[in-house]
Nanobody
């Protein structure tokens, strides 16, 4: 079994900052890309940022220059530093990771998701 546990969401005023964390645990052999997505009610889940195991990143245009994704491979953890937050950043944020499980080692990476954490930015 694999779990992704997110933390760090909450309520913040516009212009403020939050840092999200997501730790993967369980029967893990390796992790490739990790990322953050967000979803508002009635809308499709959209990519916010992702990072490969080698550290390459890409961001949604709407968050470039304000959000920074990073990861600690030793801890199987991905972070999202969110600065200069805007009311339109209000959403549920989901962690995602491509994971090969252990015992036996799986041949392919499968997508795993966290439970989501609410980010609310007040104007």
């Amino acid at each position: 079994q694999v779990q992704l546990v997110e933390s760090g969401g909450g309520l913040v005023q516009a212009g403020g900052s939050l840092r999200l964390s997501c730790a993967a645990s369980g029967n893990i052999f390796s992790i490739n890309t990790m990322g953050w997505y967000r979803q508002a009610p009635g809308k499709q889940r959209e990519l916010v940022a992702r990072i490969t195991s080698g550290g390459s990143t890409n961001y949604a245009d709407s968050v470039k220059g304000r959000f920074t994704i990073s990861r600690d491979n030793a801890k199987n953890t991905v972070y999202l530093q969110m600065n200069s937050l805007k009311p339109e950043d209000t959403d549920v944020y989901y962690c995602n990771a491509g994971i090969r499980t252990n015992r036996p080692v799986s041949a392919m990476y499968a997508d795993y998701w966290g439970q989501g954490t609410q980010v609310t930015v007040s104007s």
